[in-house]
């Protein structure tokens, strides 16, 4: 899936979310995208790459992916999130951000100053993945998501 068909796909379900949590609108479907490589990689509808901890009481399911661990990517078996569809894969992805004590810098200054690169720098510096670069990548590819995105994206936002 090409990146514009993805946010023509996904954008109700990351305005609902950005809505509802006050996140960065931008900022959800680059994230959707690259943990999903824009929905060609996508196992049980998680887009965002959340892992089923202990906490979760959801459906969830083991899967192979890659970890930093030491500064050396390395290939280890975890559990991931599952969901029936892609919009409680948004949703979920906003109550994760909202309701974990680390992202609580992120999330409020997000909302009082709606710069979506200090919260990308915020959630990465907090552990959202363990990539070195993970900040960079995602600002790097927000440009790529911003541009199919209408003009007006924060009014339609406010909107829906």
Same mark, same amino acid.
């Given at each position: 899936?090409?990146?514009?068909?993805?946010?023509?796909?996904?954008?109700?379900?990351?305005?609902?979310?950005?809505?509802?949590? @006050?996140?960065?609108?931008?900022?959800?479907?680059?994230?959707?995208?690259?943990?999903?490589?824009?929905?060609?990689?996508?196992?049980?509808?998680?887009?965002?790459?959340?892992?089923?901890?202990?906490?979760?009481?959801?459906?969830?399911?083991?899967?192979?992916?890659?970890?930093?661990?030491?500064?050396?990517?390395?290939? /280890?078996?975890?559990?991931?999130?599952?969901?029936?569809?892609?919009?409680?894969?948004?949703?979920?992805?906003?109550?994760?951000?909202?309701?974990?004590?680390?992202?609580? @810098?992120?999330?409020?200054?997000?909302?009082?100053?709606?710069?979506?690169?200090?919260?990308?720098?915020?959630?990465?510096?907090?552990?959202?993945?363990?990539?070195?670069?993970?900040?960079?990548?995602?600002?790097?590819?927000?440009?790529?998501?911003?541009?199919?995105?209408?003009?007006?994206?924060?009014? /339609?936002?406010?909107?829906?």
């Amino acid at each position: 899936m090409t990146v514009k068909d993805f946010v023509t796909t996904y954008w109700q379900s990351a305005i609902k979310c950005a809505n509802t949590y @006050t996140l960065p609108l931008p900022v959800i479907l680059t994230q959707a995208g690259l943990e999903s490589a824009w929905a060609t990689s996508l196992y049980g509808n998680n887009f965002f790459g959340i892992k089923a901890d202990s906490s979760w009481k959801g459906d969830k399911q083991l899967l192979w992916t890659y970890e930093y661990i030491n500064g050396v990517k390395q290939r /280890v078996q975890s559990y991931f999130r599952k969901y029936a569809t892609a919009e409680e894969s948004f949703m979920d992805y906003g109550a994760f951000i909202y309701g974990n004590a680390r992202y609580k @810098t992120a999330r409020e200054r997000y909302a009082t100053y709606f710069n979506a690169n200090e919260y990308i720098d915020l959630i990465a510096a907090a552990g959202y993945a363990t990539a070195p670069n993970y900040a960079s990548s995602l600002k790097a590819t927000m440009k790529n998501v911003l541009s199919y995105l209408p003009s007006d994206y924060e009014d /339609v936002k406010k909107k829906a």
